[in-house]
């Protein structure tokens, strides 16, 4: 056996896991039909061992196959040129050297000012640099355009300004506060993967009303984080009404939430074994009236603003990743299904009934449109899961009691993309394998890309329709 089957959040033991020879891993992984979720190294009795998690969404099944190599390999980016940062975090974390890797640079360990940004020869070319700090508050990254005049030939993204060191953290001690710090927009997705990792690998089961109410609060967090961000863009081309009706919408969602759990952004809610807090009738009824207020109030907002020929102007053909080269460098979440990319990870979920929304063009009219289109998809999840809510709501606490070597890999879909918690225990029941990928970590490049051939002036508007995260990605 050289791959073997595996479930979201299904713990199995590291015995079962297969080792096949590096042509048949190559193989298996650099298949069209097939996207790479995950891909790492970890040094295992005196040897280097690759493990790849690979999906085929189409079936709704994911994949584990390993390999061992040398203290190089032959680099698979030129094959699948998605795995390029996976690579290179590979290289920086483990020192095993990808050979004829085409850009083989720094992911998050920075050495002071010798980053060796792309130059240009030509007398045409001039360089603008803009951060790593910032004039506003947003977090430190820095950006290296080469532009022929005010058009973009060419832009380097620099992070790991606030590498944090969270992996080795999570080895160490384990929490559901540290998963909620991963990144602060994406609390409620970090932690929920965090907690069902840690409860399979504990065998603690999860209520089903319990399970729901983590769904609930998910897609609460993706409903705030898209219509501020419908917002952001409006402001970015100077269509204030939309921003500021929307910035004030999107905080009647986050308030709901700070009344389910205490807190704007969802911290404190989850707990290993489920939630610390239950939907009564009073908050069950608090949701379905913000779920209407908030649609209502962005039906209006988003009509006239896609009705406004000067908005529509700065986003259409702005920005633009086709669906082939949003494949190739592997892109994920709402940015991908925006390129006509048709994978969601709530495929792998609890949801029923549920269908994938895309659209084509790739541009940042497509990722601001299909923001609204998942505002009301979420709408119609919460609504359905409301009506489900059922059973028991238990207030028992537990603790870590981790089986000892064991592997569980947990995936959910973040309002960004699909965030993985892949985790092993040692014979002692010690983690001694905390692997987390947000969804900016494949996405970042595709905003490099978008950028290209556009004016610099764009660039606010194609990153806002990205909306990225630094801490995500440093991690």
Known sequence: MDVIEI??????????????????????????????VNLFAKKENGQNRLYCIFANDKEKRLFLTTTYVGGSYPSLTLKKPCLQMFERVIYEEENILPEGHPFLKPVRKQDGNNYEFLKSHDLQTHEVAVGPVHAGIIEPGHFRFLCNGERVNHLEIQLGFQHRGVESLMKKRPSIQLAESICGDSTIA??????????????????????????????????????????????????????????????LVINTMLELSGSRFGKGLMKLGGVNYDIDDVIREKILKMLDEVNDRTDKTVKAMFGHATVVSRLENTGVVGKKRAREIGLVGMAARACGEEFDARIYDDYSNFEITT????????????????????????????????????????????????????????????????????????????????????NWFGLALAVRNNQISDFPVCNKSFNLSYCGFDL
């Open 359 to 442: 659209l084509k063009t790739g541009d940042v009219y497509a990722r601001t449109y299909l923001r609204y289109l998942e505002i009301k998809k979420s709408t119609t999840l919460i609504k359905n899961m409301l009506a489900e809510l059922d059973g028991e709501f238990s207030k028992q606490r537990y603790t870590l009691n981790l089986e000892p070597d064991s592997f569980v890999f947990s995936i959910l879909e973040g309002w960004r993309g699909e965030i993985c918690h892949c985790v092993m225990t040692d014979s002692n029941s010690f983690i001694d394998t905390y692997k987390i990928k947000d969804a900016s970590f494949n």
């Open 190 to 251: 970090h932690s929920m993967a965090y907690a069902r990792a840690m409860e399979s690998l504990s065998n603690i089961d999860v209520t089903h009303r319990e399970k729901l109410i983590r769904l609930i609060a998910l897609e609460m967090e993706r409903m705030a984080i898209h219509v501020g961000d419908i917002g952001a863009v409006a402001g970015d081309v100077a269509y204030q009404m939309a921003a500021n009706i929307l910035g004030v919408t999107r905080t």
């Open 7 to 36: 479930k979201n959040n299904q713990k199995i033991k590291r015995a079962e896991i297969p080792v096949t020879d590096f042509e048949n891993f190559t193989k298996k992984i650099i298949s069209y039909d097939v996207r790479v």
